[in-house]
């Protein structure tokens, strides 16, 4: 836990479960991605009468649907020919939403919204090996009310990855995640782990955070399947969604090969899908789970107030006379408090569906986020915006437009809303680039975008007061370039 100085180190025996890794394996998701597309690759040449093509340089703009089944992707932003598509018995979706949205919008397949959080990371050189060791905290910079926390893992050849997941369901529509970066940074224990050291790679993504009743309905539809963060299964309690998807995928291949051994591809073929994952522990945990995000939306006093008085005190003295301040303070709140979000967050208690907002909805225009004094810092070690898109080295095509602003005149009117508040639009502040901005055309503030700077997230999208963005798929494997992220 962090204070703004200090930090204080919880004791094993009061981590959750979830909060064991050892013996497991810090490992770059882009490496081993590549890695299971060569052993695919080299599987194939031993088995006959089957090609695998990877299609890496191609993004799936568009999804096609014949006769309400699904056929097959449009591998070009404006698919205007059959060599614009690329079609199979079965297709399987297992993107953050690009696309897969709309399969879940046609089908109506999600009665409660999916909520996001978004992670923004940074790789640095260092001074000292820190391998294999692993922080996660919580605490500063989070101190306003917002649900998230840091994260340090020590890779090999001297190189640490720095992060923090925070959820876009914020109440402070200037938020700004990269700058909250900045700020997790500037902590005295993590400029001592920095000391010396450079930056490699920044990136960002967002992580599906609603859990078991932000689930769809169904799990596949004619002709598809959903699968990882396309489906939902990210289990934010357990800090566990690459096994879940991993094992989406091993179920979904088991059942389509099924289904093409028997030369069945009717929707029926499909339906063994959702019953098996529904009995693997992917879905069985996050039922266990179901309310661990929404205690926290329930009670905001447990981030807003109770959370920073501990975070103080461990500058003060420490976190046991924080927790002890919290509960004088709030005498019979706090137990209370404590009680019910403690029963939800370990699923003691059954109370029956719930339903979340959509993200955008959440954020307060008069939110007035607390101030707290700086600690001292090293400079070097802190990067704008601007800057830290160059380390997350993207490239894009000539006439790049992946975001899609539906109504100028609506983004004129939420700028004015928010200039009137002495603050910037929720797009702008909360990019974790630097797309997003306002101009002056002909006297009139306007949005703006700077495409080019673009790493991706989709954090916009889920913030717009509006609804009047949309992120799409770049052309050409177009984007930032997240290897060794």
Not at 31 to 58: C, P, R, S, Y
Not at 66 to 80: H, P
Not at 169 to 179: A, T
Not at 431 to 457: F, P, Q, W, Y
């Given at each position: 836990?962090?204070?703004?100085?200090?930090?204080?180190?919880?004791?094993?025996?009061?981590?959750?479960k979830?909060f064991?890794?050892?013996?497991?394996?810090?490992?770059s998701?882009s490496?081993?991605?590549?890695?299971?597309?060569?052993?695919?690759?080299?599987?194939?040449?031993?088995?006959?009468?089957?090609?695998?093509?990877?299609f890496?340089?191609f993004?799936?703009?568009?999804?096609?649907?014949?006769?309400?089944r699904?056929?097959?992707?449009?591998?070009?932003?404006?698919?205007?020919?059959?060599?614009?598509?690329v079609?199979?018995k079965?297709?399987?979706f297992?993107d953050?939403?690009?696309?897969?949205?709309?399969?879940?919008?046609?089908?109506?397949?999600r009665?409660?919204?999916?909520?996001w959080?978004v992670?923004?990371?940074?790789v640095?050189?260092?001074?000292e090996?820190?391998?294999?060791?692993?922080?996660?905290?919580l605490?500063?910079?989070?101190?306003?009310?917002?649900?998230?926390?840091?994260?340090?893992?020590?890779?090999?050849?001297n190189?640490?990855t720095?992060?923090?997941v925070i959820?876009?369901?914020s109440?402070?529509?200037?938020?700004n995640?990269?700058?909250?970066?900045q700020e997790y940074?500037?902590?005295?224990?993590?400029?001592?782990?920095?000391?010396?050291g450079?930056?490699l790679?920044y990136g960002a993504?967002?992580?599906?955070?609603?859990g078991?009743?932000?689930?769809?309905?169904?799990f596949q539809?004619?002709?598809a399947?959903?699968?990882?963060?396309?489906?939902?299964?990210?289990?934010v309690?357990?800090l566990?969604g690459?096994?879940?998807g991993?094992?989406c995928?091993?179920?979904?291949?088991?059942?389509?090969?099924?289904?093409?051994?028997?030369n069945d591809?009717?929707?029926?073929?499909l339906?063994?899908?959702?019953?098996?994952l529904?009995?693997s522990?992917?879905?069985?945990d996050?039922?266990?789970?179901?309310y661990f995000?929404y205690?926290?939306?329930?009670?905001?006093k447990?981030l807003?107030?109770?959370?920073?008085d501990?975070?103080?005190?461990?500058?003060?003295?420490?976190?046991?006379?924080?927790?002890m301040?919290?509960?004088?303070?709030?005498?019979?709140?706090?137990t209370?408090?404590g009680?019910?979000?403690?029963g939800?967050i370990?699923?003691?208690?059954?109370i029956?569906?719930i339903?979340?907002?959509?993200?955008?909805k959440?954020?307060?225009?008069?939110?007035v986020a607390?101030?707290?004094?700086?600690?001292?810092?090293?400079k070097s070690?802190?990067?704008?915006?601007?800057d830290?898109?160059?380390?997350?080295a993207?490239?894009?095509?000539?006439?790049?437009q992946?975001?899609?602003?539906?109504?100028?005149?609506v983004c004129?009117?939420c700028?004015?809303?928010?200039?009137?508040?002495n603050?910037?639009?929720?797009?702008?502040?909360?990019c974790?680039?630097?797309?997003?901005?306002i101009?002056?055309?002909?006297e009139?503030?306007?949005?703006?975008?700077s495409?080019?700077n673009?790493?991706?997230c989709r954090?916009?999208?889920?913030?717009c007061?509006?609804?009047n963005?949309?992120?799409?798929p770049?052309?050409q494997?177009s984007?930032?370039?997240?290897?060794?992220l």
């Amino acid at each position: 836990m962090l204070g703004v100085k200090e930090k204080f180190d919880v004791p094993a025996k009061l981590c959750p479960k979830s909060f064991d890794k050892n013996g497991y394996l810090v490992l770059s998701l882009s490496h081993v991605v590549g890695w299971m597309a060569n052993q695919i690759e080299e599987k194939a040449k031993e088995v006959t009468n089957v090609t695998i093509d990877l299609f890496t340089g191609f993004s799936a703009h568009k999804v096609a649907i014949e006769n309400e089944r699904v056929v097959g992707v449009a591998v070009t932003e404006n698919a205007t020919s059959e060599d614009d598509y690329v079609y199979g018995k079965f297709t399987a979706f297992g993107d953050k939403g690009f696309i897969s949205r709309d399969v879940v919008d046609h089908y109506k397949l999600r009665d409660c919204p999916q909520i996001w959080s978004v992670g923004v990371k940074e790789v640095w050189q260092v001074e000292e090996n820190y391998e294999g060791k692993v922080w996660h905290t919580l605490g500063f910079p989070l101190l306003e009310g917002t649900f998230g926390g840091g994260f340090v893992y020590g890779m090999k050849d001297n190189k640490l990855t720095i992060g923090m997941v925070i959820s876009l369901n914020s109440k402070d529509p200037n938020m700004n995640p990269q700058l909250k970066l900045q700020e997790y940074k500037k902590h005295p224990w993590i400029q001592k782990l920095l000391k010396g050291g450079k930056l490699l790679k920044y990136g960002a993504a967002l992580l599906p955070e609603g859990g078991y009743y932000s689930l769809p309905k169904k799990f596949q539809v004619p002709g598809a399947l959903l699968l990882g963060d396309a489906l939902g299964v990210l289990d934010v309690k357990n800090l566990a969604g690459i096994d879940r998807g991993l094992e989406c995928g091993y179920i979904a291949a088991e059942v389509m090969y099924d289904a093409l051994l028997k030369n069945d591809t009717s929707d029926e073929a499909l339906a063994p899908y959702q019953k098996r994952l529904e009995e693997s522990f992917v879905v069985k945990d996050l039922y266990k789970n179901r309310y661990f995000r929404y205690a926290f939306i329930e009670n905001d006093k447990l981030l807003r107030e109770y959370l920073p008085d501990i975070a103080h005190s461990i500058d003060k003295s420490n976190a046991w006379i924080g927790g002890m301040k919290v509960f004088f303070k709030h005498p019979l709140g706090a137990t209370k408090d404590g009680f019910r979000s403690l029963g939800l967050i370990e699923g003691k208690f059954d109370i029956g569906p719930i339903s979340y907002q959509h993200d955008y909805k959440y954020i307060d225009p008069g939110f007035v986020a607390p101030k707290y004094d700086e600690p001292p810092y090293d400079k070097s070690t802190i990067y704008s915006r601007a800057d830290a898109v160059f380390y997350s080295a993207t490239k894009y095509h000539e006439g790049n437009q992946h975001i899609d602003e539906f109504n100028a005149d609506v983004c004129v009117k939420c700028i004015s809303t928010y200039e009137a508040l002495n603050k910037t639009t929720p797009c702008v502040a909360d990019c974790t680039a630097e797309v997003h901005r306002i101009d002056i055309v002909d006297e009139i503030k306007k949005h703006g975008m700077s495409l080019e700077n673009c790493v991706h997230c989709r954090t916009c999208e889920m913030i717009c007061p509006e609804v009047n963005l949309r992120v799409k798929p770049t052309e050409q494997g177009s984007g930032p370039n997240f290897s060794g992220l």
